[in-house]
């Protein structure tokens, strides 16, 4: 055999098999974190001692195998009630101080590890349109708190429809614009940082880091503006007016994550199922659900909360179930998707941030079981986390205050 002859030979043998591995590559993995800002009464999540179940958890019994729930769980040093929730993701200390800096999310350090081949390295998301701050927990490097899309439409658009030559120019002009922006702004800041003390220069490269964030999104805007979108078989969604439409809002948002998730749009969603100020479409409830927490053991209260919080986990069963019943290579939807759902408020009625309600669905690993902590020295809530990111492939044995991984949740 000639040289010419050998060296063909060899190039279609070595590519054979790798034509094979393309075409049983198994689908990435993905992140959904989910965070109920005003919480779960703690009485009907948690199992009694002894007990495997809950009234809550029965909503989920469908999906057993693909659960884990924790008990003893929260983060170490967040206090501050409501505020807590902007930290539901990152852990920081004390959001109630005047202070306080937020720090990166979990949803934003792992888009940093695996989003960079997607359209958008993450998303985040709401069913409320509001400025509460806890309607997004996706925090930035720079401890920014990421606004969240509230409009199911504009959500689609982004997502799935192409822009006309018009727009796309349109599109390309307002990058460039904000490029420019940007420059103009760094050069002031720098102008204005000679001449400031200390305390106010910490605020100011705060200010800078956001700015090299944008600075980054900006590149990658540009990048991705030619690239056609993916079609989909759903019709375009129609903006839910209502405010009190809470459910079917969150029902509208869910299919559309499903959506993003299997076009590989993103792999790493955030989403605030926020009902402050709003008193939910769901029969039998006639007071805002905010009031309700704070039932004061009041029976009556406590009857139209626990008609909310079913409602909004039998939606999620939904979601679930949906993610199941997406047939893609090795399995399903929810096997390579980590579906983490939870709260920061461990009790609403008495504003504690301990012994908080998280359960974690999907991502291959052991579910079936409910694991229980410490219920007064809590375990850290980030050390959850590391189990997450570890099962990306992230080697790591440390995020935020996290104190290691959790025993007995690897497969």
């Known amino acids: ?59 989920l019994s469908s999906h057993g195998n693909y659960i884990t729930t924790f008990a003893g769980l929260s983060h170490p040093g967040v206090d501050g009630n409501h505020h807590a929730g902007q930290c539901f993701l990152s852990g920081a200390p004390h959001p109630g101080q005047p202070t306080f800096r937020n720090t990166l999310s979990l949803d934003q350090f792992l888009a940093e590890k695996i989003g960079n081949d997607t359209r958008f390295p993450s998303l985040a998301i709401s069913v409320r349109q509001g400025e509460h701050y806890a309607d997004s927990i996706a925090v930035s490097h720079s401890g920014v708190i990421l606004p969240a899309e509230t409009s199911a439409e504009r959500l689609y658009r982004r997502l799935f429809v192409a822009g006309t030559p018009e727009e796309k120019a349109a599109t390309m002009r307002r990058i460039a614009a904000g490029g420019s922006i940007l420059d103009l702004l760094l050069e002031k800041t720098k102008q204005l940082a000679r001449n400031s003390d200390a305390q106010d220069r910490g605020r100011i490269d705060q200010y800078f880091e956001s700015i090299r964030e944008l600075e980054t999104r900006l590149q990658r805007n540009l990048a991705w503006e030619n690239r056609p979108k993916p079609t989909v078989d759903y019709p375009m969604p129609k903006d839910i007016a209502d405010a009190n439409e809470v459910i079917a809002r969150s029902r509208l948002m869910f299919d559309l994550i499903r959506l993003a998730l299997q076009t590989d749009s993103t792999r790493v969603v955030t989403l605030s199922l926020s009902t402050f100020s709003v008193v939910p479409h769901v029969a039998g409830v006639k007071n805002e659900t905010h009031g309700l927490t704070h039932h004061g053991n009041e029976p009556d ?88 990111l570890q099962n990306f492939g992230v080697e790591t044995d440390k995020f935020s205050t996290s104190t290691g991984a959790l025993r007995g949740l690897h497969s």
């Not at 590519?15 to 919480?39: C, D, Q, S, T, Y």
């Not at 909360?305 to 179930?321: H, N």
């Not at 939870?342 to 504003?351: D, P, T, V, Y």
């Open 1 to 59: 055999m000639n040289r010419r002859n050998f060296l063909f030979a060899a190039g279609a043998c070595l590519a054979l098999p790798a034509l094979g591995r393309e075409a049983e590559k198994l689908p990435p993995k993905r992140l959904v974190a989910i965070h109920v800002p005003l919480g779960m009464m703690p009485y009907y999540f948690f199992p009694k001692t002894g007990e495997s179940s809950s009234p809550y958890l029965d909503l």
């Open 301 to 388: 209260k406590i009857a139209e909360l626990r008609k909310i919080e079913e409602a909004q986990l039998s939606v999620f069963a939904e979601m679930l179930a949906a993610f199941r019943d997406t047939r893609e290579t090795g399995g399903n939807l929810l096997d390579r998707t980590q579906v983490l759902y939870g709260s920061c408020l461990g009790n609403a009625n008495s504003h504690s941030n301990q012994n908080l309600p998280i359960l974690l669905a999907g991502g291959g690993f052991r579910h079936g079981q409910h694991l229980t902590f410490d219920p007064v020295n809590n375990t850290p809530l980030a050390n959850l986390y590391v189990n997450m």
